[in-house]
């Protein structure tokens, strides 16, 4: 098996050593010529993963085409805005037998698609080829070979059951889900509930108002995926609630700090560039407000962020309107 992985950002390279420590013959793209030498001749990515020696198997190089060549699965790790125009690029050089996976979390700001619907959009490969691998996965600490655990959502059962072998290593272990609407949901709302999260940090709450929002997050979420076809279970697995406890309580957690930047006075520009990689979150925070409204969904974490990233809030402002929703029983759906 030959499993191409495009590209050599943090998560992407992560996800390529895991396969290399598999034993699976992987090639990971990158546009940069300087991080694909430092991979194929130094171990290691200088840029998104420094100080971490990478298994001496993995390839790297800049040219999509050979690393696509007679690949029987091409994972995409890339930020989701640019999913659509990248793959309009890269269809013609993706195989017939070729399974697609996605690694990434967000939803498409333009058209309110989950990831793998872009992908079947773009390419032409049916929902069967396409699949979704989303939970707890901070990549620093798996690049590291400290213990986590995924899940794969596809259809086809073979499909992923394939896939799970193939990134099975004694730190890291694949579950296997059909629902891969749940899953993409997971993996994008908890970006957004991160950021409020670190927007409460920032601003000095205390443990009480994260455990507030990861909570009530996660009904959020469970209540999107009710009217959109997740099975409810998916939220309280690995892809579910394993994945939001991961992002909104890690300071490796990108839209954490986002989050937590925006709390301490910064702008959006500035928490951007203070950031440094992209937090998903906030551009995806508007699309999944889109899905609710469209689909008649009380998301009020959710609109209180996209409030802040728009500048229509305040951050004290954001605290407030949260603490004075009028009181309702705690239940599933409320």
């Not at 993409?184 to 509930?193: D, F, M, P, Q, S």
């Not at 300071?251 to 203070?274: D, K, W």
């Amino acid at each position: 098996m030959k499993i191409a992985v495009l590209s050599a950002g943090s998560w992407g390279t992560a996800f390529a050593a895991v396969l290399a420590d598999a034993g699976t013959d992987v090639m990971l793209h990158g546009r940069r010529p300087e991080i694909v030498d430092a991979i194929n001749t130094r171990h290691e990515n200088p840029v998104y993963l420094p100080g971490i020696i990478l298994p001496t198997p993995l390839r790297a190089t800049t040219n999509v085409a050979q690393a696509l060549a007679g690949a029987d699965f091409l994972v995409v790790s890339i930020p989701a805005q640019s999913l659509r125009d990248n793959l309009t690029q890269w269809a013609p050089l993706i195989e017939p037998q070729t399974v697609v996976v996605s690694l990434m979390k967000g939803i498409e700001t333009s058209t309110g698609l989950r990831m793998s619907e872009v992908i079947t959009h773009v390419t032409g490969v049916p929902e069967e080829r396409v699949a979704v691998l989303s939970g707890p996965n901070l990549a620093r600490e798996i690049a590291a070979r400290q213990p986590a655990a995924s899940v794969i959502a596809c259809r086809d059962e073979t499909t992923s059951k394939t896939l799970q072998e193939a990134c099975l290593t004694p730190y890291f272990r694949p579950y296997t889900n059909r629902d891969v609407v749940g899953c993409e949901l997971g993996g994008a709302v908890k970006n957004v509930i991160a950021l409020a999260v670190g927007l409460a940090a920032g601003m000095g709450l205390g443990d009480n108002a994260r455990a507030l929002l990861i909570t009530r997050g996660l009904a959020e979420t469970a209540r999107l995926g009710a009217v959109l076809g997740a099975d409810p279970l998916t939220f309280s697995g690995l892809a579910g609630v394993g994945d939001l406890i991961a992002t909104c309580t890690s300071p490796l957690s990108r839209n954490r700090t986002f989050g937590e930047h925006l709390g301490q006075g910064m702008t959006v520009a500035e928490a951007t560039t203070a950031t440094s990689q992209t937090a998903e979150g906030v551009k995806s925070s508007m699309s999944i407000l889109h899905l609710a409204h469209r689909h008649g969904v009380e998301m009020p974490i959710t609109e209180v962020v996209v409030a802040v990233i728009r500048g229509t809030i305040t951050v004290a402002e954001a605290a407030a309107m949260l603490m004075t929703r009028t009181p309702k029983p705690e239940r599933y759906g409320a």
